[in-house]
């Protein structure tokens, strides 16, 4: 319980303080005088001042944020080191650069894991299934898969992505056994698979499963730099497909959202499997939070910036009863949809 506690607290203090420091460096740039610098929320912990800015590590590790002065527009003075007095575009750089922050972690975390290697099961055939189309063609256990159609596979998932995106009559699989090479041409069966948006789809089937042997894929500098952007523009592009689909009651909204209590249950459990996928769960974390924020949604950093585009467009900002509306639904929105996520939590923890 300690040790899961200590884990969570852990993982949030990695998501929230990259962020924070994207706000204080941005805004220390811009030449933005910051009150206080806040990890968490009640009651301080510990404070320590530096130069203008107070430091504060709260009791609460849900959040955090940075106190700006002159970030309230009706009691901005308009002096030069102020908020509210800088150009609508320099103020929209400072509150950019938290999610910013968050994004240049996954990314670094991601970057790391694939330099120090990912553990990949081996394309070695572990089982396979009686009266279906790999034993009917003659496929044995600890056969090692070569290629599929011709295409070169290094692990289990490209050799199982292969045979799922494959559209011929046939598949052949190339092998080897006791050291020679052989060509086998299996005739697929269509299977019905749901996927992680609850859509089914129709697959080809040859009924092999993996064998437990994997191996350590490591990747060149390089190499790693590519894979690590490839999977933050993955995660971002799932993220919004994810949100398309619950606006669509496609994805049911109590599979797809997890609240504080859902993310400790998670950490917790993948806490116990090792240092690297706990860490991997922080940059998928850091990523999808950082994209969350940029949402067009008043109280998170997305709201300002829309607020501050509308400015930019109308040379003028919106009146201050409008933008308080606004805020207030958007706060109302937040609060309603964090229920909903601890409710969802409690749920899914009460039935295991």
Same mark, same amino acid.
């Given at each position: 319980m300690?040790?899961?506690?200590a884990?969570?607290?852990?993982?949030f203090g990695?998501?929230?303080?990259?962020?924070?420091?994207?706000?204080?460096?941005?805004?220390?740039?811009?030449?933005?005088?910051?009150?206080?610098f806040?990890?968490g929320?009640?009651?301080p912990l510990?404070r320590?001042?530096?130069?203008?800015?107070?430091?504060?590590?709260c009791?609460?590790p849900?959040g955090?944020?940075?106190?700006?002065?002159?970030?309230e527009?009706d009691?901005?003075?308009?002096k030069?080191?102020?908020?509210?007095s800088?150009p609508?575009?320099r103020?929209?750089k400072v509150?950019f650069?938290g999610?910013?922050?968050n =994004?240049? +972690? !996954?990314? &670094?975390? $991601?970057?790391?894991?694939?330099?120090?290697g990912v553990?990949?099961?081996?394309?070695?055939v572990?089982k396979?299934?009686?009266?279906?189309?790999?034993y009917k063609?003659g496929?044995?256990e600890?056969?090692?898969?070569?290629?599929?159609?011709?295409?070169?596979?290094?692990?289990w998932?490209?050799a199982?992505?292969?045979?799922?995106k494959?559209?011929?009559?046939?598949i052949?699989i190339?092998l080897?056994?006791?050291?020679?090479?052989?060509d086998?041409?299996v005739?697929?069966?269509?299977r019905?698979i749901?996927?992680?948006?609850?859509?089914?789809?129709?697959?080809?089937?040859?009924?092999?499963?993996?064998?437990?042997?994997?191996?350590?894929?490591?990747y060149?500098?390089?190499?790693?730099?590519?894979?690590?952007?490839?999977k933050?523009g993955?995660?971002?592009?799932?993220?919004?497909?994810?949100i398309?689909f =619950?606006l +669509? !009651?496609? &994805?049911? $909204?109590k599979?797809?959202v997890?609240?504080p209590?859902?993310?400790?249950?998670i950490?917790?459990?993948?806490?116990h499997q090792?240092?690297?996928?706990?860490?991997d769960?922080i940059?998928?974390l850091?990523?999808?939070?950082?994209?969350?924020n940029?949402?067009?949604?008043?109280v998170?950093?997305?709201?300002?910036?829309?607020?501050?585009l509308?400015?930019?467009?109308?040379?003028?900002?919106?009146s201050?009863?409008?933008?308080?509306?606004?805020t207030?639904?958007?706060?109302?929105?937040l609060i309603i949809?964090?229920l909903?996520a601890?409710?969802?939590?409690?749920?899914?923890i009460w039935k295991?």
């Open positions: 300690i040790f899961d506690l884990v969570f607290v852990f993982v990695l998501l929230l303080i990259p962020h924070e420091l994207g706000h204080f460096l941005c805004a220390r740039r811009e030449g933005i005088r910051v009150e206080r806040s990890i929320f009640g009651p510990f320590f001042r530096w130069k203008d800015t107070l430091f504060l590590v009791l609460i849900l955090g944020y940075v106190k700006m002065a002159g970030d527009r009691k901005c003075q308009g030069d080191d102020e908020f509210f800088k609508v575009g103020r929209a509150v650069c999610p910013f922050a =994004i240049v +972690l !996954g990314f &670094l975390i $991601f970057w790391v894991i694939f330099m120090t553990p990949s099961l081996k394309p070695i572990g396979v299934l009686k009266d279906y189309p790999a063609a496929i044995k600890n056969d090692y898969i070569i290629s599929i159609n011709d295409k070169k596979v290094d692990n998932m490209e199982s992505n292969l045979i799922k494959s559209r011929t009559e046939k052949k190339t080897l056994r006791e050291g020679k090479k052989k086998i041409f005739l697929p069966q269509k019905k749901k996927d992680i948006f609850g859509r089914t789809h129709s697959y080809p089937f040859v009924g092999i499963a993996p064998s437990s042997q994997f191996r350590i894929i490591r060149d500098p390089f190499s790693a730099f590519l894979k690590s952007l490839e933050v993955y995660l971002i592009f799932l993220l919004f497909k994810s398309i =619950i +669509l !009651g496609i &994805l049911p $909204f599979e797809a997890a609240g209590l859902g993310i400790y249950q950490t917790s459990q993948i806490a090792g240092f690297l996928p706990l860490l769960t940059g998928i850091s990523v999808v939070l950082a994209a969350i940029l949402f067009p949604i008043p998170l950093d997305g709201g300002y910036l829309f607020f501050f509308v400015e930019k467009i109308r040379k003028r900002p919106l201050e009863k409008i933008e308080n509306l606004v207030q639904i958007g706060l109302a929105l949809l964090f909903l601890t409710y969802n939590d409690i749920l899914r295991g």
